[in-house]
């Protein structure tokens, strides 16, 4: 474990050393601000609750995690310093994990700071903050599956740009395979397809998490979501690191 | 004497092409080996299998007895390595850099800024310890990749072209630094400066193709009465040359 945050540790200290960090989160919340207040229609609905807000994050995520996973390998490839962390004594799963987790913990940082959003709808109305703090744990979640997929696609490029399409497209997949235009499409067309898009589908499960129900299945759905692509990141860290 | 480096039958393929081809041999406590060969030759290929970073097609090599291969963590405990080009994460100042990988070395607390503080004060780093990298000039950023790779005080030293990049003065502080290391280590260099060989180095193996084409002492080389170039020329350039020399030569004659 102590390999994992090391490696975590450094990660998340370089996010802050670099204009990276402030980019992403002023750019995270001045989108999630005026989106949530704008076309969210938060005031006209008339209801204390953060749901326009959590209908946005995902399609939030979908640039902005690729934008953040696409370094994770591909740049430690190309200025070769993959060489100098991976000839350490660390197991390449920790070094795996603990890029991940640095990750996810910097995406846990920008939501948290999404927090005026809960002290105005706490100052206009009386919401249900375990609703709130369930859609928080679903965007975290979500937010875990995206890094997990773009890190796995960073590790087969040394190309940053490549790294983040491929995670764009990767993630708009995860996005859109549950709306209703694809699933119908499928149905219609593709029966067989339809089930499956609906099995993977990011947004259907988050929407459990923002309604206040946190199922179990969605959990293991995660769990293993994740678990399966830092399996991959892994392999394909071994395989490619030094071509 | 015993060896700390055993490289066994060490092979590498990249699709059709051979970067190493059959490599063997022991690095003792006590000896610098001086890895020389022309570029493209498999010196960095080798050096990278040894310190686990590339998995051999074939043959396996062992650090203190230890599979790189097998057991590659415990391996890479008892190795210092400098990767070629001496890679550092740009961000980081230099005392976070090796602060990480003392971290990771399993170092903490007070051992932790004794070793940082030793490893600068070795590589005379001092005066640039709380600047980031990516500020500092190509021989700083050597010296930074040569104080993590001795942070721990490694028995096996792997240096890929350390003093590239150095000025004069700093090239010899480096070679100073390993020749007083040298009695209590394996050190393998790998170099394109000849002179190095015979300044520093106890055993000179020369690599071209993939293959190793010369393993003898700095003495030995002296011995034939040709210059290290000319051996390293005639070994490397390989049989092809040879004949054309020759037969300018009978032309001329």
């Known amino acids: 474990m102590g390999g994992v945050l090391t490696v975590f540790r450094r990660e998340l200290a370089g996010y802050f050393a670099t204009p990276v960090a402030y980019v992403f989160i002023v750019i995270f919340l001045v989108l999630a601000g005026v989106l949530t207040f704008t076309i969210g229609g938060f005031f006209a609905r008339g209801q204390a609750d953060l749901v326009p807000f959590f209908g946005f ?15 994770l390998w591909a740049e430690e490839r190309r200025l070769g310093t993959i060489e100098l962390l991976l000839t350490l004594p660390l197991a390449q799963w920790q070094a795996v994990v603990g890029k991940f987790l640095a990750a996810w913990a910097f995406c846990a940082i920008a939501l948290a700071l999404t927090f005026p959003l809960v002290v105005t709808v706490n100052y206009l109305g009386d919401p249900d903050n375990g609703v709130i703090l369930t859609g928080y744990i679903g965007c975290l979640l979500a937010a875990g599956a995206f890094l997990a997929v773009g890190a796995a696609l960073s590790a087969l490029t040394k190309n940053q740009v490549i790294a983040f399409v491929l995670s764009v497209a990767a993630c708009f997949f995860l996005v859109a395979a549950g709306s209703p235009i694809v699933t119908e499409f499928l149905s219609r067309n593709l029966p067989v397809l339809a089930d499956i898009a609906r099995g993977i589908s990011i947004t259907d499960r988050l929407q459990g998490f923002t309604r206040g129900v946190v199922s179990g299945r969605d959990l293991v759905f995660f769990a293993t979501f994740i678990g399966f692509f830092l399996f991959a990141n892994t392999v394909a860290v071994d395989q490619r690191k030094a071509d | 004497m015993t060896a700390l480096i055993e490289i066994e039958r060490l092979t590498k393929r990249f699709g059709a092409f051979t970067a190493v081809d059959d490599v063997s041999f022991t690095v003792s406590r006590g000896e610098v080996v001086g890895f020389l060969g022309p570029n493209g030759a498999g010196k960095s290929t080798t050096m990278r299998m040894l310190a686990g970073f590339m998995t051999p097609t074939a043959g396996t090599a062992r650090i203190c007895g230890e599979d790189v291969v097998d057991r590659p963590v415990s391996a890479k405990r008892h190795l210092g390595f400098l990767p070629e080009g001496a890679p550092t994460y740009p961000e980081m100042t230099v005392e976070g850099l090796l602060g990480f990988c003392g971290r990771a070395r399993g170092f903490r607390g007070s051992e932790l800024s004794d070793r940082v503080a030793r490893g600068i004060e070795l590589t005379q780093l001092g005066g640039v310890r709380l600047q980031p990298v990516e500020t500092l000039s190509k021989g700083f950023k050597r010296r930074v990749g040569l104080a993590a790779a001795l942070l721990h005080d490694p028995p096996v030293l792997v240096l890929d072209e350390p003093t590239d990049g150095l000025d004069p003065n700093q090239k010899h502080e ?44 700095p003495e030995a080389f002296a011995a034939t009465g040709e210059t290290m170039d000319d051996v390293f020329r005639r070994l490397t350039l390989g049989a092809a040359s040879t004949a054309v020399t020759d037969e300018a030569a009978r032309e001329v004659a």
Do not use: Q, Y
């Open chain 1, 57 to 71: 994050v995902p399609w939030l995520f979908l640039f902005l995690i690729p934008a953040l996973s696409m370094r």
């Open chain 2, 174 to 217: 480096v070679r100073n630094l390993i020749r007083a290391m040298a009695p209590e280590k394996a050190i393998v260099i790998s170099t394109h400066i000849l002179e190095e060989v015979a300044a520093v180095c106890t055993r000179a193996l020369i690599i071209a193709r993939g293959r190793v084409v010369a393993d003898a002492t």
